[in-house]
């Protein structure tokens, strides 16, 4: 049974951190790329960052470059999303999700997909 479960998120001041994380299960994690996407309310699901199965990094949204970075553990089977410098407009739904493609910023040609986890920050 597949499973990505994130945990991290809740609610922060702007200008602060959050560090989120997605455990992954029941599929070859080494094999997959990983992403964060988030959604907020009234707005289109957008594509924050992604990392290959070799670590490559795949930027997304140019509002977090440079704020954001992400990061995977293979022996943990766990894809990270440290969240710097905190802004009001960051506020959304936090999701992982894993492809078997070698790259892609499409939300669609995803496989898998976490829950999500909320993201507040206040102003």
């Known amino acids: 049974q597949v499973q990505l479960v994130e945990s991290g998120g809740g609610l922060v001041q702007a200008g602060g951190s959050l560090r989120l994380s997605c455990a992954a299960s029941?599929?070859?994690?080494?094999?997959?790329?990983l992403g964060w996407f988030r959604q907020a309310p009234g707005k289109e699901r957008e594509f924050v960052a992604g990392?290959?199965?070799?670590?490559?990094?795949?930027d997304g949204a140019g509002s977090v470059k440079g704020r954001f970075t992400i990061s995977r553990d293979n022996a943990k089977n766990t894809v990270y999303l440290q969240m710097n410098s905190l802004k009001p407009e960051d506020t959304a739904v936090y999701s992982c999700?894993?492809?078997?493609?070698?790259?892609?910023?499409?939300?669609?040609?995803?496989?898998?997909w976490g829950q999500g986890t909320q993201v507040t920050v206040s102003s």
């Open positions: 029941g599929f070859t994690f080494t094999r997959y790329l």
């Open positions: 990392v290959t199965w070799t670590g490559s990094i795949i």
């Open positions: 999700a894993a492809a078997s493609r070698w790259y892609t910023i499409d939300s669609r040609e995803y496989d898998y």
